[in-house]
């Protein structure tokens, strides 16, 4: 996907027997996550690193659209650099 598009709608399996649904989100601060491997490290400690942020990152105020896509990362400090880029000139 490119920067600054519309996400199209999907749905997905969630944790605790739900279903996530994108639409469902529409109008509200939404940080989509995915990782490009099951179970390396890496994916493993950034995912917590962006659970331990949530709080940061529900104050942030994202918008419903892709803003901007990391590809390439190196795990440590980037959910760090996830929760500053909506501050970022």
């Known amino acids: 996907m490119s920067e600054r598009k519309a996400i199209p709608d999907f749905e997905l399996p969630a944790t605790g ?3 996530f649904r ?3 989100f529409k109008g509200h ?3 989509l996550y995915f ?3 099951d ?4 994916c493993t400690d950034e995912s917590l690193q962006l659970r331990d942020l949530h709080a940061q990152f529900a104050k942030a105020g994202w ?3 892709i803003a901007r896509e990391w590809r390439g990362v190196k795990v440590a400090g980037h959910a760090a650099e996830v ?3 909506p501050r970022s000139p």
């Open 17 to 19: 027997n739900q279903r």
């Open 22 to 24: 994108l639409s469902a």
């Open 29 to 31: 601060p939404l940080i």
């Open 35 to 37: 990782y490009p491997k």
């Open 39 to 42: 179970a390396p490290p890496g």
């Open 63 to 65: 918008a419903g659209r």
């Open 83 to 85: 929760l500053a880029f």
